[in-house]
């Protein structure tokens, strides 16, 4: 796993588990924790989100 900022974790570890909302939601949160890291460089940026057609929306035929 690469970060976005270019940083790749160690060994990852479980840290805590919560149900901040418990009876009301389903929502779960994970912590991990990571002993190290290694910096490989910026990822490179897409240019587009759409492709190289540089139209956002689809087209129809009509």
């Known amino acids: 796993m690469l970060e976005e900022t270019?940083?790749?974790?160690?060994?990852?570890?479980?840290?805590?588990?919560?149900?901040?909302a418990n009876g009301?939601?389903?929502?779960?949160?994970?912590?991990?924790?990571?002993?190290?890291?290694t910096y490989e460089g910026r990822r490179p940026r897409r240019t587009s989100r759409t492709g190289s057609s540089g139209s956002r929306w689809p087209t129809c035929g009509a």
Request: hydrophobic fraction near 35%.
């Open 6 to 20: 270019g940083w790749r974790p160690g060994p990852i570890k479980p840290l805590i588990y919560a149900e901040p």
């Open 24 to 37: 009301i939601t389903d929502s779960q949160h994970h912590v991990f924790r990571a002993d190290g890291a």
